[in-house]
T-cell receptor, first 115, second 112 residues
């Protein structure tokens, strides 16, 4: 079975702090894809990144960076120098061809960045 | 920017009413999905479609039904709404299976 666990339900930081959101996944598939989505208070989900299981290189996009480690089945997301606009719920998700491409979401982490 | 639309954005109705939540996308995607999400909680897949005339139930049992007569249109219907149906409903589409899914803005449904 596939499963995604985001153990941090809520995180609160002060602006300019760095923050890491944890994501641990379970799958028996050898080829799979990991995603991060952002859900601001307005409710829509915004795609942030997709990473396939064969690419363990870390990725950086501006203040965002992702650390994918197959050895620990983790795909953590770090925001550097957080800003108030980063306040949102962040979801990690897992997908694979064997599962028909359906996304399995974690429970979400609510990030609150205070000025 | 994704071109996927949902109407209405907000809906408050009484118990027993029949409702249809609309979802349309202009990207030509074959795959479309409906998720149900309670506030601040995880998303649960309730229906999906891999193309015209294809519909499947998702992982979370739902009393709603869907149809896919046109590629761009994937409406969700509740024949008789109940307070337990109060939730946010998110529609999404994707090009290939494990591709990123593009989400609509959601419909927040309240059944009194």
């Amino acid at each position: 079975a596939q499963k995604v666990t985001q153990a941090q339900t809520e995180i609160s930081v002060v602006e300019k702090e760095d923050v890491t959101l944890d994501c641990v996944y379970e799958t028996r598939d050898t080829t799979y894809y990991l995603f991060w989505y952002k859900q601001p208070p307005s409710g829509e989900l915004v795609f942030l990144i997709r990473r396939n299981s064969f690419d363990e290189q870390n990725e950086i996009s501006g203040r965002y960076s992702w650390n994918f480690q197959k050895s620990t089945s983790s795909f953590n997301f770090t925001i550097t120098a957080s800003q108030v606009v980063d306040s949102a719920v962040y979801f990690c998700a897992l997908s694979s061809y064997n599962q028909g491409g359906k996304l399995i979401f974690g429970q979400g982490t609510e990030l609150s960045v205070k000025p | 920017e994704a071109d996927i639309y949902q109407t209405p954005r907000y809906l408050v109705i009484g118990t027993g009413k029949k409702i249809t939540l609309e979802c349309s996308q202009t990207m030509g995607h074959d795959k479309m999905y409906w998720y149900q999400q309670d506030p601040g909680m995880e998303l649960h897949l309730i229906h999906y479609s891999y193309g015209v005339n294809s519909t499947e139930k998702g992982d979370l049992s739902s009393e709603s039904t869907v149809s896919r007569i046109r590629t761009e249109h994937f409406p969700l219907t509740l024949e008789s709404a109940r307070p337990s149906h109060t939730s946010q409903y998110l529609c999404a589409s994707s090009e290939e299976g494990p591709d990123e899914q593009f989400f609509g803005p959601g419909t927040r449904l309240t059944v009194l």
